[in-house]
C-alpha cells in the first residue's frame, strides 16, 4: 500500500508539472510567436494644405525631410499681387524674357486641370510665384526627392534618363491622368502625385491633346550659367526612370513647391 499510494503522489505532482508546462507554453511561447509574425503597420505620411494670395489651395505632403505640394501650380499672379504676363501668340511666347504663363493649347480651363505652364523668367522673378513660405524647389532639391526615393548618388549627377523607378514612384494613380503603356503602372508610392500636364515649346509646339496624359516637365529654380538655360525634370508614361537636362528659359514648364 505503501508503494501505491507513493506511485498515486508521484504521478500526480508530475501531471501537476505537466499542466504547469502547459500553461508556459501557453501564455509565453504562442503570444511571442503570435507577435513575430504580425506585420509591422505601414508608416503614415504626413499631409496638409498651403494656399496662394489668390485663394488657390494645394495639398502638400511630407517625403524625406522635405515638404512638397502635390498639386502643379495655378497661379495668375506674383507673391505681391502683380499679374504674371498671360501670352497665348506663339511669337509672343517665343520672344518674351519676362515672367510669363499660359495653358496647356490655350485652354483656359487647363489651369484648373494640370496647372500653369510658366517660362523660368517667372519662376526666377523677385517677387515669387509660390505661396508664402514655399519657393520653386532647386535643382539640389530635386535631387534630394530622387535619392529619398532610391536613386543612386551616381546616378543623381547624371543627365538623360536616370534611375530606375522612381518615376513610378512620382506618378499619379488617378484615372484619366497617364496613359498607360505596356503595362507600365504608376504606383505614386512618395505621394508626390505627378501629372501629366505636357509644355509649351520656345516656338509655340504643342504636342497633341493625347501628350496632355503623356509627359510632364517642371522646372527648377537653378539656372545654367553660360547656356542661358536652367535645368528642370521631365517624365513620360513610357519610361519608369526620370530625365534630367537643362532648356531654354522660354519654354513652358509645370511647377511644384517646397517648403522653406
Same mark, same amino acid.
Given at each position: 500500500?505503501?508503494i ?6 508521484? %504521478? ?11 500553461l ?76 510669363? *504663363? ?8 487647363n ?9 523660368? *523668367? ?10 508664402e ?11 534630394? @526627392?530622387?535619392?529619398? @526615393? ?6 543623381l549627377?547624371?543627365?538623360n ?6 518615376a ?43 501628350? @496632355? ?6 522646372? %527648377? ?10 535645368? *528642370?525634370?521631365?517624365?513620360?508614361s513610357?519610361? %519608369? ?20
Amino acid at each position: 500500500m505503501k508503494i501505491n499510494i507513493q506511485h498515486k503522489v508521484y %504521478t500526480r505532482r508530475t501531471n501537476g508539472l505537466s499542466f504547469l508546462f502547459v500553461l508556459l507554453i501557453t501564455f509565453y511561447v504562442i503570444p511571442f510567436s503570435a507577435c513575430k509574425d504580425k506585420e509591422s503597420p505601414a508608416p503614415v505620411q504626413e499631409t496638409g494644405t498651403v494656399s496662394d494670395n489668390e485663394g488657390n489651395v494645394y495639398e502638400t505632403i511630407k517625403i524625406g525631410d522635405q515638404w512638397w505640394t502635390t498639386e502643379n501650380l495655378r497661379a495668375t499672379k506674383y507673391r505681391n499681387g502683380d499679374p504674371i504676363q498671360f501670352i497665348t501668340e506663339d511669337t509672343l511666347w517665343k520672344n518674351s524674357t519676362i515672367g510669363s *504663363y499660359c495653358t496647356f493649347d490655350n485652354i483656359a480651363n487647363n489651369i484648373n486641370v494640370t496647372g500653369g505652364l510658366y517660362n523660368w *523668367y517667372a519662376v526666377n522673378n523677385a517677387n515669387s510665384i509660390a505661396p508664402e513660405g514655399w519657393h520653386i524647389p532647386t535643382d539640389a532639391e530635386w535631387k534630394m @526627392l530622387e535619392k529619398h @526615393l532610391g536613386m543612386s548618388n551616381n546616378d543623381l549627377e547624371k543627365v538623360n534618363w536616370r534611375g530606375s523607378n522612381e518615376a513610378q514612384k512620382l506618378k499619379s494613380t488617378g484615372q484619366q491622368e497617364w496613359v498607360l503603356y505596356n503595362n507600365i503602372l504608376p504606383t505614386n508610392e512618395s505621394g508626390f502625385s505627378a501629372l501629366a500636364g505636357n509644355c509649351r515649346m520656345f516656338n509655340g509646339i504643342w504636342g497633341s491633346p493625347l501628350d @496632355l496624359r503623356s509627359m510632364g516637365f517642371w522646372w %527648377t529654380a537653378t539656372d545654367n550659367p553660360g547656356y542661358d538655360q536652367a535645368w *528642370y525634370r521631365y517624365l513620360d508614361s513610357k519610361k %519608369t526612370d526620370v530625365f534630367r537636362f537643362y532648356g531654354p528659359k522660354t519654354y513652358g514648364f509645370s511647377v511644384r513647391c517646397v517648403k522653406d
